[in-house]
């Protein structure tokens, strides 16, 4: 089993950043995709950015395209995402997720093996 735990979510205005975490316990993920995914009020789950097992291939949503950045640190079992300029459509909860050894272009909620509980980004305007 692993345990996924999101932070640094938080209130920023909008041009603002802010530094998603989501540390990974309860066995390695060396070889899980990982990714996020946000949740606005009263809209679906959409994907946000995906990152290989490995960590050479990245792939983003448009909308997030030259703002955020995906990464990871696999010695420390955990998830990045920094998000730059952001904006008021950027409110969301935001979730990080697992999914064993998936394409990033495929890192979809089907393939998911593993779900943060979520941190809630709210960017004003």
């Known amino acids: 089993q692993v345990q996924l735990v999101e932070s640094g979510g938080g209130l920023v205005q909008a041009g603002g950043s802010l530094e998603l975490s989501c540390a990974a316990s309860?066995?390695?993920?060396?070889?899980?995709?990982m990714g996020w995914f946000r949740r606005a009020p009263g809209k679906e789950r959409e994907f946000v950015a995906a990152?290989?097992?490995?960590?050479?291939?990245?792939y983003y949503t448009d909308s997030v395209k030259g703002r955020f950045t995906i990464s990871r640190d696999t010695a420390k079992n955990t998830l990045y995402l920094q998000m730059n300029n952001l904006k008021p459509d950027d409110t969301a909860v935001y979730y990080c997720?697992?999914?064993?050894?998936?394409?990033?272009?495929?890192?979809?909620?089907?393939?998911?093996?593993?779900w943060g509980q979520g941190t809630q980004v709210t960017v004003s305007s």
């Open positions: 309860g066995r390695t993920i060396s070889r899980y995709a």
């Open positions: 997720a697992a999914a064993y050894q998936a394409p990033p272009r495929l890192f979809t909620p089907h393939n998911c093996d593993y």
């Open positions: 990152i290989s097992w490995i960590g050479e291939s990245t």
